[in-house]
């Protein structure tokens, strides 16, 4: 298996919701990636997990808070988001110890109201 | 400080026609490099890399890059564009192994005239 899912597709929460998204792999990979990309833009890293731990947080604001369960899962926890943080959502893994080629999900599109 | 630029942020190419997009980078290791792919509403995929064994690099889909140190230039290229090859492409750099951070550049949206 060398995929990395997402979920969920689409996602659409008010300022004052909760809520949750999810990412997963199967590749055996030890460091995980939460990235926020906007329309027309390349991708901007938000958090990084080595071996569950998380080892880079790229200055984002705490209504965003990234856990690791296991060496397989990534979940981000939205809560009172800003218009501004609608976006895709996305997620990688990679292998410690090769070139760091990230592999991609398909991303969570998120609109804030 | 690792950094990418990416020359043009749109090429139009005729079907058929030679692809060419341009990525220069700076770093101040030996660097790794990649060549990402993203279609409208989808993840980025890995086209291909450069990890210091060769040169000339071949990826998917019939895509190519050349690694040129002395122009620090990684372009990529495609004999023949296929309207399938309408995308927005980035290019990245790497200068680590592991879990680290990838600076990606400003990306190339490539269109494809019939």
């Known amino acids: 298996d060398t995929e990395v899912t997402q979920t969920p597709k689409h996602l659409v929460m008010g300022m004052t919701n909760k809520k949750s998204l999810k990412c997963e792999q199967h590749?055996?990979?030890?460091?995980m990636y939460w990235y926020k990309q906007k329309a027309k833009k390349p991708p901007e890293l938000m958090f990084v997990y080595s071996y569950e731990k998380l080892s880079i947080n790229e200055s984002v604001p705490s209504r965003f808070s990234p856990e690791c369960p296991n060496s397989s899962l990534l979940n981000l926890h939205l809560h009172a988001l800003q218009p501004e943080d609608s976006a895709l959502y996305l997620c990688a893994s990679s292998q410690e110890g090769t070139y760091n080629e990230q592999f991609f999900g398909p991303g969570t599109r998120l609109t804030v109201l | 400080a690792q950094s990418v630029t990416q020359l043009g942020s749109h090429v139009s190419v005729s079907e058929g026609a030679l692809v060419l997009l341009r990525c220069n980078y700076s770093s101040s290791v030996p660097p790794y490099l990649f060549w990402y792919v993203q279609y409208p509403n989808q993840g980025l995929q890995l086209l291909l890399k450069y990890t210091s064994a060769a040169t000339l690099v071949k990826g998917i889909n019939g895509f190519e890059a050349e690694f040129k140190k002395s122009e620090t230039s990684f372009h990529l290229t495609k004999p023949s564009a296929h309207m399938s090859d309408a995308a927005e492409y980035f290019c990245?750099?790497?200068?680590?192994?592991?879990?680290?951070?990838?600076?990606f550049g400003s990306g190339t949206r490539l269109s494809i005239r019939p």
């Open positions: 590749m055996g990979h030890r460091a």
């Open positions: 990245a750099v790497s200068r680590a192994t592991g879990a680290s951070k990838i600076i």
